[in-house]
């Protein structure tokens, strides 16, 4: 008897085990060109990669209709999906890591990932806006998507957007009982970021000197730049002198050396 309670207790753990996860995470904004969404889409992301896993997760990914679902290259521990209704839905998993002990307040165990969730939704985002299933402008979407993030994070009970609830009209908010408060990814700390996603990140700086005013640290006077508002439109462009740069609003985003920095 003692022996099949125990069978029974594994099995249900097993049935019902939570991934780390973020959850729903919903976009209006973005547009979807569903004719764009086949098997196509599948060749085009798994194209030219050379890990010997590929033909695999390949073979994992589903894009039909309006549902497209597959392994991220950057990390092929997460499950990227988007599912397009009136809205964007999107959510991002881990797979080779399970949420132990949820009773009790659970913690992530197994295998660390490669990259963070937050990595993860902005490169295989971008992706689809190169191979044409989201038709917004790049750079609009990319400014966008970054500052959306940010929010995701500055509201998240873990580092990264983890257990996040975001709605493009209501904003982000982290609604996770008691139980599930730890159970955030586990991820390499060693790994390489992608430098798209580090906020003044190592390079170039920006320190507020005065109204609407910065200091550059870090860049050349021949550097180019682009300032951006919040909605992506370009608010001014030129190159760097005397390490010194006036925007005309704030916040604005700006873009140097292939990074992009918030100013306020």
Request: hydrophobic share 40%.
């Amino acid at each position: 008897m003692n022996k099949l309670l125990l069978i029974v207790a594994i099995f249900t753990e097993f049935l019902f085990a939570v991934s780390p996860k973020t959850n729903e995470i919903i976009f209006k904004s973005l547009k979807i060109d569903v004719s764009q969404i086949g098997d196509e889409i599948c060749d085009s992301i798994y194209a030219g990669l050379p890990k010997f896993e590929t033909s695999r997760y390949r073979a994992l990914c589903v894009a039909m209709g309006d549902v497209i679902e597959y392994n991220s290259p950057l990390d092929y521990s997460v499950v990227f999906s988007l599912d397009i209704n009136e809205a964007a839905y999107l959510k991002v998993r881990r797979e080779n890591q399970i949420c132990k002990d949820v009773s009790t307040g659970a913690v992530a165990e197994g295998t660390p990932g490669t990259a963070l969730f937050s990595e993860v939704l902005f490169a295989e985002l971008m992706r689809l806006q190169k191979y044409g299933v989201i038709q917004n402008n790049r750079d609009s979407l990319e400014v966008f998507l970054l500052q959306e993030i940010d929010k995701m994070k500055n509201v998240s009970g873990c580092e990264d957007i983890d257990l996040v609830y975001y709605n493009e009209e209501e904003g982000a908010y982290y609604l996770i009982g008691p139980d599930m408060a730890n159970c955030c990814s586990l991820v390499d700390s060693s790994r390489t970021s992608l430098p798209l996603l580090k906020f003044n990140s190592i390079g170039a700086r920006a320190l507020k000197i005065g109204k609407n005013e910065f200091h550059l640290q870090g860049v050349k006077s021949d550097d180019a730049y682009t300032l951006f508002d919040l909605n992506g439109s370009v608010l001014q462009q030129g190159w760097v002198r005397s390490a010194i740069i006036q925007t005309p609003m704030l916040p604005a985003i700006l873009r140097i050396q292939e990074k992009t920095i918030m100013l306020k």
